[in-house]
T-cell receptor, first 111, second 116 residues
Framework: GENVEQHPSTLSVQEGDSAVIKCTYSDSASNYFPWYKQELGKRPQLIIDIRSNVGEKKDQRIAVTLNKTAKHFSLHITETQPEDSAVYFCAASKSNYQLIWGAGTKLIIKP | ETGVTQTPRHLVMGMTNKKSLKCEQHLGHNAMYWYKQSAKKPLELMFVYNFKEQTENNSVPSRFSPECPNSSHLFLHLHTLQPEDSALYLC???????????????FGPGTRLTVL
């Protein structure tokens, strides 16, 4: 079945620096790639998503890039702030129902 | 509370108990989902309902039994669970996937389940 691998599992960065989280997917038919953020004790929430007809998408300090040939996509957070500390999940989908999720990356922002 | 609500928030049960988890969405969505979230593992999709009809069942053991009486309510009935079933169970909803390309899933706060 389809698989999504996410790296790293934990990422610690200095406040103000950039953070990059990477995911690879196995099914070349996947066409939708969302990123969810889950703060401690809270529910996952969508922060940004990208479709396969787009190579990059930005929303203020966050951006997502997609390389369909290599079947990988990445989340970039610039000028990190304490409130960016959370677990980030990537996912891939070829249908509107089923998201295949990565295992998550715990992002720690050091003051 | 608006959005997606879940009750109870915490549940401790023995292996011989029968309990139910409840999810309710106030967003007018037509699709609802049950996920299992275990530490350091990907979110595991358990069941999907679209317009009250089950569309996905990802090889979930029969000790988990879903019920979707209408598009706003979703239940997960639990019976003779195992300790390894202890996890956070998340409910989510989304707009009709067939009618729109807007895929965002809105999650509830989850039920923390402990099986003794």
């Amino acid at each position: 079945g389809e698989n999504v691998e996410q790296h790293p599992s934990t990422l610690s960065v200095q406040e103000g620096d950039s953070a990059v989280i990477k995911c690879t997917y196995s099914d070349s038919a996947s066409n939708y790639f969302p990123w969810y953020k889950q703060e401690l004790g809270k529910r996952p929430q969508l922060i940004i998503d990208i479709r396969s007809n787009v190579g990059e998408k930005k929303d203020q300090r966050i951006a997502v890039t997609l390389n369909k040939t290599a079947k990988h996509f990445s989340l970039h957070i610039t000028e990190t702030q304490p409130e960016d500390s959370a677990v980030y999940f990537c996912a891939a989908s070829k249908s509107n129902y089923q998201l295949i999720w990565g295992a998550g990356t715990k992002l720690i922002i050091k003051p | 509370e608006t959005g997606v609500t879940q009750t109870p928030r915490h549940l401790v049960m023995g292996m011989t108990n029968k309990k139910s988890l409840k999810c309710e969405q106030h967003l007018g969505h037509n699709a609802m989902y049950w996920y299992k979230q275990s530490a350091k593992k990907p979110l595991e999709l358990m069941f999907v309902y679209n317009f009250k009809e089950q569309t996905e069942n990802n090889s979930v053991p029969s000790r988990f039994s879903p019920e979707c009486p209408n598009s706003s309510h979703l239940f997960l009935h639990l019976h003779t669970l195992q300790p390894e079933d202890s996890a956070l169970y998340l409910c989510a909803s989304s707009q009709d996937p067939l009618a729109t390309s807007y895929n965002e899933q809105f999650f509830g706060p989850g039920t923390r389940l402990t099986v003794l």
